[in-house]
């Protein structure tokens, strides 16, 4: 397989104005040269291939936007060198346009007020698709979802989740290389999620098409990526399958319980006793996160029997999102 994309170094700062308090700050400001200089990306270098899914993923504030803006020639990085598809992106936008498509967050590429057919035949004419390839693509998106009563639906009277639906569409309508994908399933249901994400990977199976996401949904990354990249304060934390990244907190395990009482109190009761361990709650269980290197779970669910009727419990292996939360924290050692 040939590389579509190449990071080699890749640096991008901004110049931030230190700004002041008050009306007098905001006067002083007007006339201010005290800048500051942020660093978004800091040294990351990356291959991705024709036909992977990439998780590309990190906290609020990584570097992550800026990195898919200067991939996609939005931004100029302010050093190191960027090709996609062959060319660099920022020099080369108009020809670049032709071999990408992008979703970014909620914000629509469909014509607000037109019904979804006639948004696909604008982007037709806009990319130059030949008849028989859209024929063949409306085919093909047909026999993965039915798009039928969308077709002829304004793009304003669509719910959140059809509005999605029909942007990743529109997004691999001109058959494109490689296709960005920022959040696609943010504010979904769980049947819509789930409808996306098997579109996404049929469109990626059959066309080969190479896809970057970056997500907080977790669900997303198990569904579709076998590779993970995690950046953090614009500096790369990991590059590698998900399976790889595991092993690397393969003596953590998830302890599950059900107690009498309310599980909210119960969860904070539990916080305080376990002042080293990881505790969350959802509706039915209280989780907590135990590293068996240096305690087993048996102690601690030993230690929860003293002061805790306990109902029901599981043990499940340390999930992808506990594994990102970790790394978040901690990074790789």
Known sequence: MSNV???????????VLNRHEGLKGSIKDLFSRDYKTVRAVDGISMTIEQGEIVGYLGPNGAGKSTTIKMMTGVLEPTSGGITVGGVVPCRSRTKLAQEIGVVFGQRSQLWWALPLIESFRLLKDI???????????????????DIEPLLHKPVRQMSLGQRTL???LAAFLHNPKIVFLDEPTIGLDVSMKAKIRTLIHALNQEKHTTVI????????????CRRIVIIDKGKMLYDND???LKGFFGSYRTLKIRPEEALSQAAEAIAKELPDFRVSA?????SILVDEEKQKVLDVLG??????????????????????KKIYEEGVQ
Do not use: C
């Open 5 to 15: 994309i190449e990071l080699k170094n890749v640096i991008k700062e901004f110049k």
């Open 127 to 145: 990319y130059q698709i030949p008849d028989a390839e859209y024929d063949e693509m409306l085919r093909f998106y047909q026999s993965l979802v």
């Open 166 to 168: 029909s942007d990743i």
């Open 213 to 224: 996401l970056t997500t907080h949904d977790m669900g997303d990354v198990d569904a579709l």
């Open 242 to 244: 998900i399976e790889h």
């Open 282 to 286: 959802d509706e039915e269980w209280i």
């Open 303 to 324: 230690q929860l029997q003293h002061t805790h009727v306990i109902r029901d419990m599981q043990l499940e292996e340390i999930s992808t999102e506990e594994v990102i």
